[in-house]
């Protein structure tokens, strides 16, 4: 058992121990005054640190800030740089590309030898360029609804699905709940949006055999509100009840990449009618993809066909930029592998391993997940089954600590929950350097 006491002692200590190694950093935020907080976005405050670090440049899986001090880097830009910071191969194209134009509006050769890859990838035939995960969310929700008739959606508690409002709601005392951190949400989403439990396939077969659900969006294992691994035989049912109701089933696979060569349904089953992927795709450019069925893509043409002219609501000036096509066809073609995926594996076994083992030495009850090369440790004895006991495990205040105590001895991992990506680069030093400096906080907040 850790104590509030220790706590608080680490965090303090290592608070301190940041601002004396980052003047440069705390200065670059004290005098960047035209931004909003000090930064571009206002979410890169959620790092535990004093102030967020700034970098100054990243390559494979070690970054480096502006007082000269290098990183491990297991966030990876939060899976943007899941296959490593600026692979040569995608470096080469974009400095090409940007000789060329960056955005046309219109198609190009490139682009017609991706489409040809992400279907080789992930198993679908048809695909669409967004400029980001949460735009192809919503773009996917609006055909479902659209070819569907059906005004609903059915998400999981806890889930996460980018800046998509459908998404947001929670159950709180098995009560649908409106997420309380929304910033200016107006429109109650209760009524158009049905949410239950992970792995609970009873409440499942009751929401979609109401006949009301145009689909289901889902990771295939929930990774946003820590780790939640599927029960077994869940994904099964979920496969089968969407087909016995005729509800779309969405995959966002933007995180679960990292189950493997082609994602968590290709490497493990089922197939969705729909998915997602956004983030590493680019390898940091701003870009996703949404692939369909050719049912589905039947269904969409139809559609398009018999609405009136206008904005459909679906995609913006930037979707399918000749840089993001461009940045996307060096990753699948060069980087993005299935031999790439060799070393990610076997590094995420061996960071689990390290993190088990020191844990165990602790006397802790905490517990590892992992998700192919993504890992997590969780600071309670049983692994969560679903997103109500997962936000209920969570302890912020420890999990600040350590990710504190970790950055000022040059490991970051990412500043939402413990979540640590394992990329082809990542050196077996690194994983060893994080799990012994992991093994040096537990004890420090044990003393």
């Known amino acids: 058992m850790i104590s509030d006491t220790a706590i608080a002692r680490i965090a303090n200590s290592e608070a301190e121990r940041f601002r004396a190694a980052n003047p440069r950093t705390l200065a670059h935020h004290a005098a960047a005054t035209g931004w909003f907080q000090s930064v571009p976005f206002h979410w890169m405050r959620d790092w535990p640190s004093p102030a967020p670090i700034v970098a100054a440049s990243a390559k494979d899986a070690t970054l480096t800030g502006i007082d000269g001090r290098t990183y491990d880097d297991f966030c990876l830009g939060d899976t943007a740089s899941l296959f490593g910071h600026s692979p040569p191969a995608l470096a ?52 479902c609804r659209g070819v569907s008739g059906r005004t609903k959606i059915l998400t999981f508690n806890g889930a996460y699905h980018g800046a998509v409002d459908d998404a947001f709601v929670d159950l709180k005392g098995g009560v649908p709940t409106m997420r309380a951190s929304l910033v200016g949400q107006v429109h109650d989403l209760r009524g158009t949006t049905t949410v239950i439990e992970f792995n609970d396939e009873e409440a499942l077969a009751t929401a ?54 082609g994602g968590h349904g290709v490497t493990y089953g089922p197939a969705p009618d729909l998915m997602v992927v956004g983030k590493s795709i680019g390898g940091g450019v701003p870009c996703a993809v949404y692939g369909v069925s050719a049912e589905v893509a039947d269904r969409m043409a139809a559609l398009d066909a018999a609405r009136p002219s206008g904005h459909s609501g679906i995609g913006t000036t930037l979707s399918a930029n000749a840089l993001a096509i461009t940045a996307m066809d060096a990753m699948l073609s060069d980087v993005i592998t299935p031999a790439a ?51 209920a495990a969570m302890h912020p205040e420890l999990e600040a600590a350590i990710h504190l105590f970790l950055a000022n001895r040059g490991i970051l991992l990412a500043p939402f929950h413990n979540m640590m990506l394992v990329s082809p680069v990542t050196g077996d030093d690194q994983i060893d350097r994080l799990v012994g400096t992991f093994a040096d906080c537990v004890r420090a907040l044990k003393e």
């Open 208 to 261: 979609l055999r109401r006949g009301d659900i145009a689909c289901v969006l889902a990771e295939p294992v929930m990774t946003n509100v820590g780790m939640v691994l599927d029960a077994p035989g869940f994904l099964a049912a979920l496969r089968r009840l969407c087909d016995e109701t005729g509800t779309l089933l969405v995959f966002d696979e933007t995180h679960t990449i990292s189950s493997g060569y």
């Open 341 to 391: 995926y060799d070393p990610m594996l076997r590094g995420a076994a061996r960071l689990v391993g390290g993190l088990e083992q020191a844990i165990a030495a602790a006397g802790l009850d905490w517990h590892v997940a992992q998700v192919g090369a993504r890992v997590e440790f969780l600071t309670c004895p049983m692994p969560p089954r679903n997103g109500g006991e997962a936000k």
């Open 92 to 143: 080469a194209a974009l400095a090409e590309q940007a000789g060329e134009g960056l955005s046309y509006m219109l198609p190009t050769t490139r682009g017609a030898a991706l489409s040809g890859r992400l279907a080789a990838m992930f198993g679908l035939p048809l695909w669409q360029v967004t400029t980001t995960a949460s735009e192809a969310n919503r773009a996917v929700i609006r055909w």
